[in-house]
């Protein structure tokens, strides 16, 4: 195994983490401010891989009217999925969302199916997206190198919208006490639909770039990468932004590592070795990397 | 300032306020006493607008315009000058000391905040020195101070305070109660809900005394606390003319 080999390996790491830590940022933020495991959060990201087909590859029109066009839907998306199905039942116990978010994933891949057809369709983004850059000695395509910038200027204006904003306070304020955040005048439910909105549109984002990646999509595509969200999330300690983003990186590295590192026949257990790696982060980390104790949560 | 009238509250199955009427004029410290589970918080809450009443009136007057308490939301009746600093302090842990002052002020729009900070810091030291740090690594007397500031945050022409002695150290007690009657000095009305009858009696102008959800007595401060029934049931002192 030479420098180069590892080095490719590392940065095929670092872009597949760039997705999930896109994914589960969002994830992450939905659990914190209402305690949802929120698992619809990956058919936003497949409603965003189809908004980007449309717009790109059906009505021709140029990258930056699809990145636009999959912020605002998958924010819109998120934002009436809380307003339609989550809301009514706020103050139900939490099972009650959870099993909720089960029904509105399945709706909305079956919707997929019926609407658009199961079968797979090719996506492809212009050809310059997809040619190869050397870096460091190592090959990125211009998807890639984009998918990590774009990743690192998101998060990092998230970052400054949830600690220097007076809406992003009020969120995290949301997220700690819903009682004395509405005692301060701020609308509890605004400052959700905010979080799902923001996260809705991550997802949007990341839809684009998973369908670039994969070179196609359907309506059950929007699993893996919400399951892997998921994963990320817990692994972070769920709630946790930074969390998030360290378990997402964490995943995406010890993913290819290990396809990348082990023979071949061993690369249909990756979701095995997954969900290995959660277990065993959870065994040692009860609340994951960056999470508080379920004593000071309550 | 403030007028219920009649309020009838539930809470689940239970009635928890029956036919309750209060009155506190501006700037007045008015005490409202009672054991626990007598209906103190649930009043604070439907002042506030978090619980609804089935029935009566809860009338806010300033400067000649009235505000219907019950029809407006939790966030309108901040904005109308309430402001709520709840049982328990109820910081959020999470969030800086900073933080916590800025959502104080989450309704004001004016150029003030940023003035109002400092003199938040003048009133509690404490709270400028500990500035960055995050409100749940302050003590429980220090949680109470930021407590009062994040409501005088938002400007509040009546200030609702729901037993800030609560769990306090003796002198932190003091330290609480001489604040009140500073807040009451710059001009704000203050309602004062205590399970400690005796300091809040030294303080208020008058009271009331709350009994499973409805008001048994009511006076001027200094008259109930020399209330032979008011000494007996809450300040521990046997009634005058009896025991050594
Ligand atoms: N969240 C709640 N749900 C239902 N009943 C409650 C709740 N909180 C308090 N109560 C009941 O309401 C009554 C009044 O409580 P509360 O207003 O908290 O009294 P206090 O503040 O005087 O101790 C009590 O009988 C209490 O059991
Ligand atoms: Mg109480």
């Known amino acids: 195994m030479t420098g180069g080999y590892l080095l490719q390996q590392m940065i095929n790491g670092l872009v597949l983490g760039s997705v999930y830590a896109l994914v589960a940022v969002g994830f992450s933020m939905i659990y914190g401010i209402v305690r949802l495991i929120n698992f619809a959060h990956g058919d936003v990201l497949m409603v965003g891989a189809f908004s980007a087909f449309a717009i790109l590859l059906v009505f021709g029109f140029p990258l930056w009217a699809a990145v636009l066009a999959v912020l605002t839907i998958g924010a819109i998306l998120a934002m009436l999925i809380d307003f339609i199905a989550f809301r009514p039942q706020r103050s139900a116990p939490q099972v009650n969302g959870f099993i909720t978010s089960l029904g509105v994933s399945i709706l909305m891949q079956n919707l997929g199916i019926l609407l658009l057809s199961g079968q797979p369709r090719p996506f492809n983004l212009p050809g310059w997206m997809r040619t190869n850059l050397d870096v460091l000695g190592a090959r990125m395509t211009v998807l890639e190198i984009v998918t990590v910038a774009v990743t690192l200027l998101v998060l990092l204006g998230l970052t400054y919208f949830v600690r220097g904003t007076r809406m992003g306070i009020a969120m995290r304020a949301t997220a700690e006490n819903p009682l004395a955040a509405r005692l301060m005048g701020i609308r509890v439910n605004k400052a959700i639909a905010t979080a799902f909105a923001l996260g809705g549109a991550l997802a949007g984002l990341a839809g684009l770039l998973w369908a670039g990646r994969a070179g196609q999509i359907d309506p059950l595509m929007g699993f893996v990468p919400g399951l892997k969200a998921f994963v990320a999330a817990v692994i972070g300690g769920v709630g946790s932004l930074v969390g998030a983003v360290l378990g997402g990186y964490l995943l995406g590295f010890a993913e290819v590592l290990f396809v990348g590192l082990l023979p071949p026949s061993f690369g249909s257990y990756r979701d095995a070795f997954v969900f290995g790696l959660l277990i065993l982060i959870l065994l040692v980390l009860p609340n994951g990397l960056m999470g508080r104790s379920t004593e000071e949560r309550a | 300032m403030l007028t219920l009238d009649g309020l009838d509250v539930w809470r689940g199955p239970s009635q928890v306020l029956h036919n309750l009427d209060l009155e506190v004029k501006a700037g007045e410290i008015v005490a409202l006493l009672g054991a626990n589970g007598a209906g103190k918080t649930s009043t604070l809450l439907t002042i506030s607008g978090l619980l609804r009443p089935r029935g009566g009136r809860a009338v806010l007057s300033m400067d000649g315009r009235e505000h219907d308490l019950l029809r407006l939301a939790p966030d309108r009746i901040v ?79 009546l200030l609702l305070l729901d037993e800030p002695s609560l769990g306090l150290a003796p002198q932190m007690v003091d330290r609480i109660f001489d604040v009140i009657e500073t807040i009451r000095g710059r001009g704000t009305t203050v309602l004062l809900v205590e399970q400690n009858a005796g300091m809040a009696l030294e303080i208020a102008d008058r009271a009331y005394v709350l009994e499973n959800g409805r008001i048994t007595l009511s006076g001027l401060a200094a008259e109930l606390a020399e209330d032979a029934r008011l000494q007996e049931a809450y300040l521990g002192l046997a009634p005058a003319g009896e025991g050594a």
Not at chain 2, 91 to 106: I, K, P, Q, T, W
């Open chain 2, 79 to 157: 904005a109308a000058g309430v402001a709520h600093c709840p049982e328990g302090r109820q910081v959020f842990a999470g969030l800086s000391v900073a933080e916590n002052l800025r959502m104080g002020a989450f309704l004001r729009r004016d150029g003030e905040v940023a003035s109002d900070l400092a003199e938040m810091g003048d009133l509690f030291p404490i709270l400028r020195e500990r500035a960055g740090g995050l409100a749940g690594q302050l003590s429980g007397g220090e949680q109470m101070m930021l407590a009062i500031a994040r409501a005088l945050m938002s400007r509040p022409r």
